[in-house]
């Protein structure tokens, strides 16, 4: 029951911070933004961790958390301390209830092109990311990872993440055609997976600092497709709709990722570890490929 009402609580932070970003933030600064915005997330996936088991050697698991409720109200208590006009207007709609407001959202997203392209291919790309991640572990021991090593590859994926983060935010010229840019990291990235998957099968040998590279790279990928994806769900909602948008959008990446490591567990029973990330991969490029063609569509009837 606790773990229900902290993801459910969770889950409206997203949408909150996406209106924050829109009311706030000039449009010649929101790439900055939601790359600091990305970068903080994925900083913090490697930091928090890290933190919490050196804690745990010198204190109880009860204390740890209440370290972390202490820590979580003192965020809530400086966010609530932001003061900041908005940089145009941000009119408030009557209000409507649940249903409408989540229908709307909807609407919106599969009136845009550019935006339901984006959020369905991040629900796939997550989906399929997914599908592996929590057969890492089995991967790892079929590849002939030490203890050591394995904890060395996770910590690539999160600094591939921060990498790419970085990366977004300071080159710019992804900004032209955002969903183009991730369709190629959702190619890239996918073709690193299936390298994973044919080395899963034993079709591959690679060195274990090889591996650390590729899994490296994936992280990267998956930093730089992130930044693009939070920029059009700026750029392609009005202020009236972008928590109603961010939502729905959370809800179809948060439905993907619910249902993937419960398929991909059923798929290592039924053909292997390694086919998984193989089928994982595949997918991922021809999907990516898919979106990728009718992007392009779009963008040329659109000129």
Known sequence: MFIFFLSSFGAAFDPAKQTMIKMIIPKEKLTEAISLSQLSVNSMKIIAPA?????????????????????????????????????????????????KEIMLGFKHIFSNKQLSISILLMSLGLFFVFLYDSLLVLWSKQIGFEESDFGLFLSMIGLGAVIGSLIMGKWGKWRKNPVVFMCLAGITSGTFIILLGMGGIGILKLHTF????????????????????????????????????????????TFSMLIAPALGATLANLFGVGYVFLISGIASCLSAIIFYLLSNTIQNKRN
Do not use: D, M
Request: aromatic content about 6%; overall charge neutral; hydrophobic content about 50%.
């Open 51 to 99: 933190t919490g088991g050196a804690l745990l050697i010198f204190l109880s698991p009860q204390k740890v958390l209440v370290i972390e409720i202490v820590l979580l109200l003192l965020s809530a208590l400086i966010l609530s301390r932001i003061k900041a006009e908005p940089v145009k207007e941000f009119h408030h709609e009557e209000k409507l209830n649940l249903t």
């Open 210 to 253: 090889t591996w650390v590279i590729i899994v490296l790279l994936i992280g990267i990928l998956g930093g730089t497709a992130s930044v693009p994806y939070g920029y059009v769900i700026q750029t392609e909602t009005t202020s009236q709709l972008i928590g109603r948008v961010s939502a729905a959008g959370q809800a179809l990446i």
